[in-house]
C-alpha cells in the first residue's frame, strides 16, 4: 500500500460516521480561512462546505464548538470571524449559533459548559490566540494553555481541517494529544478525491503553482522526485520570485522582491541547481501601462512599471502539452486578481484547458473563484472540472511532505485514547455525517 493510500485509509478509519457522538460535548477544528477584500469575505466555500458535517453532528452532542483560523496576523484577510458567524446563521436558520470574542481561558470554557444540545459556538479566529503559532515542539503543544484550556471543556475533537492539514498549528497539533479525535465527513472526502486521481496511473499529473505564497515552493522537489508531477509550471508570486532568483529585474517588481523575500529567493535558486529543466517559468508578463494592460517578455519590462500577471505567451507555453491524457492541477490565480485585467491569464488557461480536453483540477478558495468568474465570463461550465478548497493541502498530499495534522491525529498519540474512541464505535448501521459529493 503506497504512503498516500494508507494516509486515505487511517483517516477512514477515525471516520465519524462510524462513531456515536450522542451526549459528547464536541469541537470541531475546522477551516473556514476565506478570501477578504476590504475587510469584506468576497467567498464563502470554505464555510458552506462544512455545514452538511454540522447538520450531522448537532442532533446527537451535547453541543457543538467550531473553532478556526482566519488569514494571518498582520495580513489583510486577518479578521474576526464575526462575518464567518454570519453566513452560518444564514445556512443554519434554525440553530442557535453563539459567538464569542475569546479563544480558550476561563470565559472561553464557561461559554462551551453553557453550551445547551443543538446549539453551535464559534469561538473567535484561533490565530488572535498567542499559543496559536507558539514556537514548540508537536508534544510540548499538548501542554500549552491555550490546549490545556479547550480540552478541559469538550469530550470529543472532530478534525474537518483538510485544507490545514499540513500545519502544525496547536490547535491542530495538540488537541489530538489530549483528547480522542475523529475526523469529519468533508475531509474524508476531499481525501478521496485525490486518492482517486492519484489512481489514474494512465494520465499524467502536471502542477501550476501560483497564487501569493512564496512558501509553496518548498513542495516542488517533492512533487517532481515523488514522480507526481509529470509537467510543473510556476506563475503568480512564486513565478516572480524565481525569474528574479535568475537575474531578471521585472521592472519596479525587482527590487521589491529582493527586500520582502530574500529566503524565497535563496529556495529559488538552490532548487533551479537541481530542477531548472523541469520547472516552466513565465516567459512574458502584464504591466499596467497609460491605464491599459500591456505585456512585455521577461527581458523588457520597463523599469518604472510593475508586473501583476503573467502573459499570453506564457499561457500558451504551459498549456502545450495538455490533451485528454492529461491532469492538470492549478494551485493559486497566476496574477493579482483584484487588479484591473489582473484576471485574464487565469481565465485565459482555464479556456485552454477546457479545448484541450485535459480534466482539471482547481484548489484553494482564490482559485475557485477564479473558476466562478469563468462562468460568468463565458457563460457555461467547464466540461472536465471538479475542484477542492485545500491549496497547500493538495500540494502536501502529492509531495511527500509530511503532514503534523494528520500525523497527531492517526498516529500514537490518538491511539492512547483507542479505548474511549472503541467504546464510541456504532454496533448498528451507522448515520450518516458525511458531505455529498
Not at 66 to 76: A, E, F, N, Y
Not at 85 to 103: A, G, M
Not at 243 to 270: D, V
Not at 333 to 341: C, D, M
Amino acid at each position: 500500500m503506497s504512503r498516500r493510500k494508507a494516509l486515505v485509509t487511517a483517516l477512514e478509519q477515525l471516520d465519524t460516521a462510524n462513531y456515536d457522538l450522542t451526549g459528547k460535548k464536541v469541537l470541531m477544528r475546522v477551516d473556514i480561512n476565506s478570501p477578504v477584500k476590504d475587510g469584506i469575505l468576497t467567498n464563502t466555500d470554505k464555510i458552506k462546505a462544512i455545514v452538511p458535517d454540522i447538520k450531522g453532528a448537532i442532533p446527537y452532542c451535547e453541543g457543538l464548538v467550531l473553532v478556526s483560523h482566519q488569514g494571518r496576523m498582520g495580513g489583510k484577510d486577518f479578521i474576526s470571524l464575526e462575518q464567518h458567524v454570519d453566513v452560518l446563521r444564514k445556512e443554519l436558520p434554525t440553530v442557535k449559533i453563539k459567538y464569542t470574542r475569546f479563544t480558550s481561558g476561563p470565559n472561553a470554557e464557561r461559554s462551551i459548559r453553557e453550551l445547551q444540545p443543538g446549539e453551535i459556538l464559534v469561538l473567535e479566529n484561533i490565530r488572535m490566540d498567542e499559543d496559536e503559532k507558539r514556537e514548540g515542539t508537536i508534544a510540548e503543544r499538548a501542554g500549552f494553555p491555550m490546549t490545556r484550556s479547550l480540552a478541559s471543556a469538550v469530550d470529543i475533537v472532530v478534525f474537518n481541517s483538510f485544507a490545514a492539514w499540513q500545519n502544525d498549528d496547536t490547535s491542530l497539533t495538540g488537541l489530538p494529544q489530549v483528547r480522542p479525535t475523529l475526523v469529519g465527513g468533508y475531509t474524508i472526502k476531499e481525501a478521496r478525491l485525490l486518492e482517486s486521481l492519484d489512481g489514474e496511473s494512465d494520465k499524467k499529473l502536471s502542477f501550476i503553482i501560483g497564487g501569493g505564497k512564496p512558501e509553496k515552493m518548498k513542495y516542488i522537489p517533492g512533487l517532481i522526485d515523488s514522480g507526481a508531477a509529470t509537467g510543473l509550471a510556476v506563475t503568480g508570486l512564486p513565478g516572480d520570485i524565481f525569474l528574479r532568483a535568475e537575474g531578471y529585474g521585472l521592472g519596479s517588481k525587482g527590487k521589491i522582491l529582493s527586500e520582502r523575500f530574500p529566503k524565497a529567493l535563496i529556495e529559488a535558486k538552490s532548487i533551479l541547481s537541481s530542477y531548472r529543466g523541469r520547472i516552466t517559468r513565465p516567459v512574458d508578463l502584464a504591466v499596467m501601462e497609460n491605464g491599459e494592460r500591456a505585456e512585455y517578455s521577461i527581458e523588457s519590462i520597463p523599469a518604472n512599471l510593475e508586473p501583476y500577471d503573467v502573459g499570453a505567451r506564457t499561457v500558451e507555453l504551459i498549456s502545450k502539452p495538455f490533451d485528454p491524457a492529461h491532469s492538470v492541477v492549478i494551485n493559486g490565480p497566476f496574477g493579482e486578481i483584484e487588479r484591473y485585467g489582473g484576471m485574464v491569464s487565469t481565465l485565459g488557461m482555464l479556456e485552454a484547458i477546457a479545448k484541450s480536453g485535459a480534466f482539471l483540477l482547481t484548489t484553494g478558495g482564490h482559485t475557485k473563484w477564479a473558476v466562478d468568474q469563468f462562468r460568468k465570463e463565458y457563460g457555461r461550465l467547464l466540461p472536465l472540472h471538479t475542484d477542492t478548497l485545500g491549496g497547500g493541502a493538495v500540494l502536501s498530499y502529492y509531495s511527500g511532505k509530511d503532514l503534523p495534522a494528520v500525523n497527531a491525529i492517526t498516529g500514537g498519540y490518538n491511539a492512547t485514547h483507542s479505548a474511549e474512541l472503541e467504546a464510541m464505535l456504532r454496533q448498528k448501521a451507522p448515520r450518516v455525517m458525511k458531505s455529498k459529493s
